[in-house]
């Protein structure tokens, strides 16, 4: 039913339109029919009869302080706007603007508008209403466009529908919208003037259910339960479309996990009662028997992966209640490969009615890649001994580290050369401090899920301030390791690692340049946990990692020591802003740093390290003012990381040093302060960072400029 004012004005248009075709009717029916005689006695020069009174009020739109009411939804019919006499007066140069504003307004015969909604300041799910109507609307999409009064009207009548339909999904069903093209709005400071148009709503009593029917779920016994709850609306909860929908998907999901992989559920059937301002819901579902796994089928027009790589990738095992939520991991474990491009998995009945086999479609992705990067090494110089990872000479895809040089890299790889999942990287770098070549075998997925077999051998030529070396490195290792899909909170290295390095320094006490060659064999572990909510951008929560590597080393004679390092960092939001802590601490026990090889001790300073110092440029110094590295470390870093929509400021202070002893003494810190930059995108943030040291000693840059994917820890 129309509201009062809709209901008036419709029955003057209809008196209007009976008065239009039917004249005489109109007057009563004891009115005498018009006799008319000859028409050519008629003069054509007589005054016409005067129109009937069809009884309208139209709006006159030249006199700004009239309400417009329901415009006619005919365009012909709208009014003309009477022109005021022109102004002959000087005017100023912000009138003259308003006045030719004004000008190409009634020229063209278009407004601008400005929408409000009244009425829906008492319900609950206002603000989901509107953002949803925002993102539906005519009038807002072409919100700020000027338009006719008819196509505003016309905008306006489509809104209100859309309006009372999305009242209708939150369980309203008697709401009312009234839309009104109402009066000229206050000039802008431009001199236009917009119309205003009202969207009035009269919501109604909200709808509740009275009673849900799930049936057919009793038959599942003990799965009922959860099947209930998963459906998760109640007697007694609003009419909500949305949340009904919810509720099916979610049922539908239950069943599948519960084992049901052949169930249907109907669409849900919703008997709304005006009178009672009360609904029904009935579902009919057809869970079918419980199943349980038997077999992979594999399938595609190239095979990838046999079924036993299958079934290891599968946390699925024959003889497993059927479980989607474990196809689904299975489908994204084999896309995660990168040797996949399509997964299908499909279940199959077989000859048992409660076995289903699952046939899963492969088509194989492009096997092989070619890779260039422009960038640096990253932070202080890490090599395998030091963390355990074997193939952590961690290179940025993007960036630039003050005094650490720039480097061009090319990488090809063949992701299933040895097949399944093992592939061949060969990797060449070539820069103004290093040049490296490098073979790397890795099969992904040794002997279970999510763990790596990785081999390297790697010839390296660095020239940085504290060193030069030629080396040659032969490591093995295996990883269980964590990735963007599955962020894992445990995760382990250990392996096996030969070095052959000659190796140039100066002598800490004169600085007489020194020349010797290394041979080392270590044995590198590291644990880690990560606790936090984002691999690349933590928010929440913390990490702790901890390195062990015993070494032994011959120059001259053999002689072992032990690597030791603890990382640890936190993180809280406040607001908009995340503040972050790390920590770091190192030791080597057994020996001085002065004899062990240069490539393996401790550093410090630079982007990953102590921000605002050149890489490598904290600790003791020779004479020639150029860093030795020490047998100990010790930092620390703060920063707020304060985020505007994909944007983001990060003021930080960063600490640290090295020390000749083996324990860390935790004095004579070198501090360093600055600001960096964030452009958060959908793999991870870009920062840049701007620092410069606060206790600034001799040969330090004043300015230190670091570039780089993903936050500083």
């Known amino acids: 039913m129309l509201p009062a004012a809709s209901r008036t004005r419709a029955s003057r248009a209809c008196a209007a339109i009976v008065l239009l075709a039917c004249p005489v009717a109109a007057r009563g029916q004891d009115a005498a029919p018009a006799q008319v005689s000859d028409p050519g006695a ?55 603007k308003q006045a030719k504003v004004a000008q190409t307004t009634e020229a063209t015969g278009e407004r601008r508008y400005a929408l409000t909604i009244d009425g829906l300041s008492g319900v609950p799910d206002a603000g989901e209403i509107k953002s949803r109507f925002d993102a539906l609307s005519s009038l807002q999409q072409a919100a700020g466009k000027p338009a006719n009064v008819a196509q505003i009207d016309r905008r306006a009548r489509e809104d209100s529908g859309l309006l009372r339909d999305l009242l209708r999904a939150y369980g309203y069903y008697d709401a009312e919208v009234d839309a009104r093209v109402g009066n000229l709005a206050a000039p802008t400071t431009s001199g236009d003037t917009r119309l205003a148009v009202t969207m009035a709503v009269e919501v109604g009593p909200l709808y509740r259910f009275a009673s849900i029917a799930l049936n057919g779920v009793a038959q599942t016994g003990a799965d009922s339960v959860a099947l209930v709850r998963a459906f998760a609306v109640r007697k007694g909860d609003a009419v909500n479309a949305d949340k009904v929908t919810a509720g099916v998907a979610a049922l539908k999901a239950a069943l599948g996990t519960n084992g049901y992989a052949f169930a249907t559920v109907s669409d849900p059937d919703v008997t709304v009662d005006h009178a009672t301002h009360e609904a029904t819901l009935a579902l009919t579902v057809d869970p079918g028997d419980k199943m349980r796994f038997g077999a992979f089928h594999i399938s595609g027009t190239k095979f990838v992966f046999g079924a036993k790589h299958v079934q290891l990738l599968s946390r699925l095992h024959p003889g497993d209640v059927y479980d989607t939520d474990r196809i689904e991991d299975l489908r994204r474990a084999l896309i995660q490969t990168g040797l996949v491009s399509v997964a299908q998995i499909t279940p199959v009945r077989t000859a048992d009615p409660k076995v ?6 492969l088509e194989r992705a492009p096997p092989r890649t070619i890779a260039g990067t422009l960038g640096y090494v990253q932070g202080s110089r890490i090599t395998a001994g030091q963390l355990g990872y074997l193939s952590t000479e961690t290179v940025s895809t993007l960036g ?16 299933n050369l040895f097949p399944p999942e093992g592939s061949l990287t060969l990797r060449g770098l070539l820069g103004t401090q290093e040049q490296l070549a490098s073979a790397i075998f ?8 999510d763990q790596a077999l990785i081999t390297q051998f790697t010839l390296d030529h660095l020239n940085v301030p504290a060193f030069a070396a030629k080396t040659a490195s032969l490591a093995a290792s295996i990883e269980r390791q964590t990735n963007i899909i599955w962020q894992k909170k445990w995760t382990y290295a250990y392996g096996v690692e030969l070095v052959a390095s ?49 070494e032994i080393s011959f120059r001259g004679k053999a002689f072992e020591y032990v690597r030791l390092q603890l990382d640890g960092s936190a993180y809280q939001p406040v607001g908009r802003v995340v503040f972050a802590e790390r920590i770091r601490l190192g030791s080597i026990q057994g020996a001085s740093a002065g004899s062990i090889a240069p490539t393996r001790r401790f550093y410090s300073g630079g982007g990953g390290s102590v921000r605002g110092f050149g890489y490598q440029k904290i600790g003791p110094r020779d004479p020639n003012n150029d860093p030795v590295g020490g047998a100990s470390v010790a930092e620390f870093g703060l920063e707020a990381r304060i985020r505007f929509g994909n944007f983001g400021i990060v ?6 040093n090295l020390y000749s002893g083996s324990v860390p003494k935790f004095t004579g810190l070198h501090y360093g302060t600055g600001l960096g930059v964030r452009y958060y995108t959908s793999f991870g943030p870009v920062r840049v960072d701007v620092g410069t040291p ?8 004043r300015v230190a400029v670091y570039v780089s994917l993903g936050q500083a820890f």
């Open 694 to 701: 606060i206790n600034r000693e001799k040969g330090d840059s």
């Open 42 to 96: 008629l003069d054509p020069n007589s005054p016409m009869a005067a129109m009937p009174d069809m009884g309208v009020d139209w709006p006159d739109l030249a006199q700004p302080d009239a309400p417009l009411g329901q415009l006619p939804s005919a365009p012909g019919d709208l009014p003309l706007l009477t022109p005021a006499a022109p102004d002959l007066a000087p005017k100023s140069k912000d009138a003259k």
């Open 442 to 449: 890795r099969r992904n997925n040794f002997r279970t899920r």
């Open 502 to 550: 000659d190796e140039r320094d100066e002598i800490l006490a004169t600085g007489e340049p020194r020349r010797a060659t290394y041979y080392v064999g270590a044995i590198p572990l590291s644990l880690s946990y990560d606790g936090s909510d984002d691999l690349l951008n933590p928010t929440r929560g913390y990490r702790l990692s901890a390195h062990v590597s015993p």
């Open 400 to 415: 630039y580290g003050t005094g650490q040089g720039v480097t061009a890299e090319v990488d090809w790889t063949h992701r």
């Open 356 to 361: 289903v086999d699952l046939d899963v479609h």
């Open 651 to 656: 003021p930080f202070l960063d600490g640290g």
